[in-house]
């Protein structure tokens, strides 16, 4: 399809035996939310890791607008515009929370490498910083050094630094783990409009949240997608129930 | 407790006096061992780019301090003895002049820096550690087997380098000089840790994944960083060689890449004055602990841990209560 942004073609990954990713296949299309879900274990932290190029594939692609960046690294992936967040928050601990997305918006503006003008007089980085921040609420936490915020705060400053990129697609990987319900209510309204600006890959075990969201869903079991569709047609199915619905519902 | 500025302030404050105060008494020797410090601070703000901001545990920056030592030793050596100094085909005269020794001191530990770089920066903690020491090593034996510039002796330089408008044979003129070049790589060192490029080598060190899902090559930076570093460290080493007049191999050796850690452990590692507080209180236990025992490296030992174990920011964590910059 045309409206493709990003895909996976056969992707396989194995550590020793095990075989983590086993032949997935799958899709995100413009505007969308496409939820992957499965048990622990199943594969889905691995696959996020063969996108976002930190995993190397043993087999199969990864296109994204049409381009096939599989031979890429990680960096060059994230400038033809992949914008992943982490499941374990992967953050500069000892910094403050502006620093975590500045170091997003240097990324996106391509300015790693300007040595002697400082970070604090730079008006384009602050503002991108502290627009991201302002979107998932953490505007007046910015000078909070980030071992001091809260599980949930980290949560979502991993989702501001990936909004400083203003990717082509979101790549997240458990946004909710541990949030609470109040701060998954608000995480899921925030997804839900940033859809339109672009679609989102979103690994999450939160089941509210998926079935509230998710345009499409596909199950992972055992490194392999055992069955994907809408909302309505992955709660009737018969396998799903028994592979992992029936244990977490 | 204290804010970190303050301190700051007050290092400088005391590079100032100390040498005016030694000047006034006539103590000489003072101002001599003052200006150590300030040459071993300088190294050492080389090696806290690469350490203390980019986490890069180099066992091997005495491959720098030495180049820059080698630098000024053959360039000053083939003046004094009018001999030119054959480079492949090129016959080139050597030079008393500070200006071009330091380039070249710089250029040179650039250059390896670079190569070493290129060839460790692919390896990280233990292993990073162990193969920049086996180049230091590497060095230091070469420069052990290099009879021409004196082997395991080392070259005698018998008239200190000149800088223009400036007597450096004079203790003091020498010494504003070499503070000079501190108070430069400072100020360095400052804004490279405020830039764009500072913010993601810092981030480099504590979570280098990150800075690759925004679109930046950690390895590069640190490379970079690394270069920087060195060249620092290599002028360091110029300075350190017109200091005494003297080069030889134990510039390049292990002990003295060591040396440069553990003073910048105890000033305080990633601070912008944790190696200028370092490197004063090493040579001070150095001058008076080396004249009471032989074994003055046990005290410095001891020293060392307690840091390590009670005040994880060094003495500049202990004075602001702070454990690292940003605490
Ligand atoms: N680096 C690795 N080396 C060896 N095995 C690994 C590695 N990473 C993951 N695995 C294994 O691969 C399988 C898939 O792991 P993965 O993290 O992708 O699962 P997941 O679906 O994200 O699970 P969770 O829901 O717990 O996050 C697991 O059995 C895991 O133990
Ligand atoms: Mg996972």
């Not at chain 2, 070249?104 to 820096?113: D, G, H, N, R």
Request: with cysteine; charged share 15%; glycine share 12%.
């Amino acid at each position: 399809m045309s409206d493709t942004i990003l895909a996976t073609r056969n992707l396989q990954k194995s550590f020793g035996a095990l075989k983590a990713t086993d032949n997935v296949s799958i899709d995100l299309r413009a505007g969308e939310i496409h939820a992957i879900i499965g048990p622990n274990g199943a594969g889905k932290s691995t696959l996020i890791g063969q996108i976002s190029g930190g995993l190397k594939s043993d087999a199969g692609q990864v296109h994204l607008m049409g381009r096939d960046v599989t031979a890429l690294a990680t960096e060059a992936r994230a400038k033809a515009g992949l914008g992943r967040t982490f499941q374990i928050s992967a953050l500069a601990m000892e910094d403050t929370v502006l620093e975590n997305v500045l170091l997003g918006a240097i990324g996106a503006t391509g300015g790693g490498w300007r040595f002697l003008r400082g970070v604090s007089g730079d008006r384009d980085l602050n503002a991108r910083a502290m627009e991201a921040l302002a979107r998932v609420g953490l505007a007046a936490a910015k000078d909070t050094r980030c071992a001091d915020l809260s599980h949930g705060q980290r949560r979502q400053l991993e989702v501001a630094v990936a909004l400083t990129l203003q990717p082509k697609a979101f790549v997240m990987d458990e946004p909710m783990a541990g949030l609470g319900a109040e701060g998954s209510k608000a995480m899921t309204g925030f997804l839900d409009g940033l859809r339109s600006e672009a679609p989102i890959l979103l690994v999450e075990h939160d089941m509210d949240a998926v079935f509230a969201l998710a345009d499409r869903i596909s199950v992972l079991v055992y490194g392999r997608i055992i069955a994907s569709g809408n909302v309505d047609e992955i709660r009737a199915s018969a396998e799903v129930r028994e592979a992992y619905l029936g244990e977490s519902v | 407790m204290i804010g970190e500025r303050h301190v700051n302030l007050a290092v400088l404050a005391g590079l100032v006096i100390v040498p005016l105060w030694a000047l006034w008494a006539d103590e000489i020797f003072t101002i001599t061992l003052t200006t150590r410090a300030v040459i071993l601070a300088l190294a050492a703000v080389g090696l806290n780019i690469a350490l203390g901001i980019g986490g890069m545990v180099s066992f091997g920056h005495a491959v720098f301090f030495g180049l820059g030592g080698y630098a000024m030793g053959i360039l000053a050596f083939h003046a004094q003895s009018y001999t030119p100094l054959q480079f492949g085909p090129l016959s080139l005269a050597g030079t008393k002049s500070m200006q071009v020794i330091w380039l070249v001191a710089m250029v040179t530990s650039a250059l390896a820096a670079w190569v070493i770089g290129l060839l460790s920066l692919r390896t990280t903690g233990v292993y990073f550690i162990m193969i920049t020491l086996a180049f230091g090593q590497m060095f230091f034996y070469f420069a052990i087997s290099w009879g021409s510039y004196g082997g395991e002796d080392g070259l005698s330089i018998y008239v200190r380098n000149g800088f223009p408008g400036l007597n450096t044979l004079v203790p003091i003129q020498f010494f504003w000089l070499c503070l000079v070049a501190l108070c430069v790589a400072l100020v360095v060192q400052w804004r490279l840790r405020t830039s764009p490029f500072g913010l993601t080598l810092n981030a480099v060190r504590q979570t280098p994944q990150r800075v690759e899902t925004v679109g930046l090559n950690p390895r590069k930076h640190k490379l970079v960083a690394f270069v920087i570093s060195g060249a620092i460290t290599g002028l360091a080493g110029a300075l350190f060689a017109d200091l005494n007049r003297f080069v030889s191999p134990t510039m390049f050796s292990w002990q003295l890449s060591g040396e440069l850690i553990i003073l910048i452990i105890i000033g305080g590692v990633g601070r912008l004055m944790g190696p200028v507080i370092g490197a004063a209180i090493f040579v001070a236990l150095e001058h008076w602990l080396g004249g009471l025992t032989d074994f003055w490296h046990i005290w410095l030992g001891v020293i060392l841990i307690c840091i390590v174990l009670f005040g994880r920011g060094g003495v500049i964590g202990l004075l602001t209560g702070k454990e690292g910059p940003h605490v």
